[in-house]
């Protein structure tokens, strides 16, 4: 299996279910209280995507990754130690991003969700009968599945990416508060998902208006299907890249950076876009007629409130407006065999990279990054090291068939911005 390599780990794009179920009662979210008002959770944030607890008919604590770009929750994952039962289980098929056929999966309604103070009650979720996305392995830690539209729609949505946290509001309470550093936007919900357009300046200063999907649950900053928009013009530099996987398939594609890219008056530069090949992306450029996606690696410099209810989205910058954009230059791609235990193995090493010049292979257990033994730290933490500029060098440590084997690392940023 591969993992994502855009940004940080996951760019994950599940985008559509092929199949509806008309006659299934809508669910909804509300507060176990009438006169409350908002709650506040805090999230884990590995790998630029929001991690939360979730309890699905009175189950154990579940961890679910909030994802506005999919409709009905997802199961993704689960284990004999997990303890949930499900209601009116059907087997359907699932279609998304890839170039792969329709995944199976089970279908099931009339569920209880919990997480905190709040309660959904006659909830749909799928189950997939096969772990594509391997999320556990691929954070570090039991990940179950995504949750987006059901819980969205029913709230006002403050995510604070500097606290970490989380904060659902009732709408018929909440009160915008006006501030000269925030900007808004109209968004229009298209089958369950929320899109807003935006100007985008390409890289010659000719400029075009795209239809983004704010997508919570994708840990790249943007991606743009030039198929959709003759005016979309890829970088002059640009790298092949394996982009992710969808419900479908893997992704492939190019990535390249764009000068600048304005939200509002609120500008970042050097801005990695990632551009997918025409098969994986074709299907669903024709149903919502998108020109690409927003993911966290940008969302994450701002304070942002989604409000379907009210239509609009809010972005406010915090201290990470002005990061670096940056990507895994070295091609090594780590999992981690056991979720949970600090135990980092390389599963694919992108051709022609740094890795594979310096003779590392898939299978490989790192074991140290210079002098730093990698079982101290998080999966998140480690691949900040292979974050980085042209002409840094590392000294690599492997376990291979029981022997230890030092080598070279020197990464070589073929994307480069100076």
Do not use: C
């Amino acid at each position: 299996m591969k993992r994502i390599i855009l940004i940080t780990v996951i760019f994950k794009l599940i985008v559509f279910q092929q199949i509806l179920f008309s006659q299934t009662v809508i669910g909804k979210f509300t507060f176990k209280t009438a006169d409350q008002s908002k709650m506040t959770i805090p999230f884990k944030f590995i790998s630029n995507l929001i991690i939360i607890p979730l309890q699905i008919n009175n189950s154990d604590s579940l961890n679910f990754i909030l994802d506005s770009g999919v409709r009905s929750a997802i199961i993704s994952e689960l284990t004999a130690s997990d303890s949930i039962q499900l209601n009116y289980v059907q087997q359907v098929k699932l279609n998304g991003l890839g170039k792969g056929e329709p995944l199976d999966a089970y279908y099931s309604s009339g569920n209880i969700f919990r997480m905190k103070d709040i309660v959904g009650t006659n909830q749909n979720v799928y189950v997939l009968l096969e772990n594509i996305f391997s999320l556990s392995s691929r954070l570090g830690m039991r990940v179950h599945g995504l949750i987006g539209y059901d819980l969205f729609k029913n709230f006002v949505v403050e995510i604070n990416y500097t606290e970490l946290t989380l904060t659902l509001y009732q709408p018929a309470k909440y009160k915008y508060k006006n501030r000269k550093n925030r900007v808004t936007f109209p968004i229009e919900i298209i089958e369950q998902k929320p899109y807003f357009q935006t100007e985008v300046t390409n890289n010659d200063g000719t400029t075009f208006l795209a239809k983004l999907l704010i997508d919570t649950g994708g840990s790249m900053g943007m991606w743009l299907a030039p198929l959709s928009n003759k005016k979309i013009l890829m970088p002059e530099q640009t790298i092949d890249m394996f982009l992710g996987i969808g419900l479908n398939g893997d992704i492939s594609g190019k990535l390249g950076r764009m000068k600048k890219f304005n939200i509002g008056k609120f500008q970042m530069t050097n801005l990695l876009v990632s551009f997918p090949d025409s098969q994986s992306v074709n299907n669903v450029i024709k149903l919502d007629k998108r020109n690409g996606s927003l993911g966290s690696e940008i969302l994450r410099r701002f304070k942002v409130i989604i409000d379907y209810p009210g239509n609009k989205i809010t972005f406010e910058p915090n201290s990470h407006l002005k990061d670096r954009f940056t990507y895994n230059v070295s091609g090594i791609e780590f999992t981690t065999p056991l979720p949970g235990l600090p135990i980092y193995e390389i599963y694919d090493i992108r051709k022609g990279s740094p890795a594979e010049i310096a003779g590392l292979r898939k299978g490989d257990q790192l074991n140290k990054i210079n002098s730093l033994k990698v079982f101290n730290y998080s999966i998140d933490e480690i691949m900040l090291y292979f974050h980085g500029q042209k002409g840094k060098n590392l000294t690599i440590s492997v376990m291979r068939d029981g022997q230890m084997i030092k080598t070279k690392l020197y990464l070589d940023d073929k994307l480069n911005v100076n």
